[in-house]
């Protein structure tokens, strides 16, 4: 039943087989269809929501505003923007009024940030902000880059650059006293650095078959001393020594 019906989850499968006259608990039901490896009513039809997301997130871009206090009681807005797949943090400016032009202005700059992966982009997510005008969307649309405003209210919806920007507070921010704009921009450079570090290149050679990869023994030192003859001990008879 269970294959013949791929949308029919373990509850419902109880139900057809209690009105044949056969009951049988829920729980066996999914023990036995764990038992045969078929997956629950949901990952039959399709892909998980995780998996959805996993698979595009390299199409997905996220921006979010930063606010930072200085030590003369200023507050300076810092425009983020993170890429969902490498979690690599892009610095796009930093004002202490960020009016609507100065936002489209970052919005037409945020590609060149990004280098050649500008391209491979085709999701932007961002909050319902008063700056982020239609403009702002129109200068990504322009480069076939969808914009996705996040409900109201709803900050897990832009979830990577949150926990970047409290990530940013807890680890760097909270423990320095920023003096101005020139000094924030040097504390954000060094920890965007730090936090973007460098990829290793991954080896991906095999060894040969058929060649003996057993380990080498070392050579010995010709000048270490050899190792003397172990003494017999008095209280063990000579014969059980050899």
Not at 21 to 41: F, M
Not at 70 to 95: D, P, Y
Not at 117 to 133: M, N, V, Y
Request: hydrophobic share 35%; proline share 11%; charged share 20%.
């Amino acid at each position: 039943m269970t294959r013949e019906n791929p949308t029919w989850g373990h509850r419902r499968i109880q139900g057809e087989l209690t009105a044949l006259g056969r009951p049988v608990a829920a729980p066996t039901i999914w023990k036995i269809s764990k038992a045969a490896e078929i997956d629950p009513a949901p990952l039959r039809s399709g892909p998980t929501c995780k998996q959805l997301l996993t698979a595009q997130a390299h199409t997905i871009l996220a921006v979010d505003f930063a606010h930072i206090d200085t030590v003369f009681l200023r507050r300076h807005h810092v425009l983020t923007q993170i890429e969902h797949t490498t979690r690599r943090v892009h610095i796009t400016g930093i004002t202490a009024h960020p009016t609507r032009t100065w936002v489209t202005q970052q919005a037409r700059n945020l590609p060149m940030n990004l280098g050649d992966g500008a391209p491979q982009f085709r999701f932007l997510i961002r909050h319902r902000d008063r700056t982020s005008t239609s403009a702002f969307d129109t200068v990504f649309a322009d480069t076939e880059i969808r914009t996705i405003r996040t409900p109201a209210r709803a900050p897990r919806a832009n979830t990577y650059a949150e926990r970047w920007i409290g990530t940013l507070h807890r680890e760097c921010l909270n423990h320095l006293l920023i003096t101005g704009p020139r000094h924030l921009a040097l504390v954000l450079r060094e920890n965007v650095e730090h936090y973007n570090p460098p990829t290793p290149p991954i080896a991906t050679s095999t060894p040969t078959s058929g060649q003996d990869h057993s380990p080498t023994p070392r050579p010995r030192d010709p000048t270490t001393a050899a190792r003397p003859p172990r003494r017999p001990s008095p209280r063990i008879p000579a014969r059980r020594m050899t």
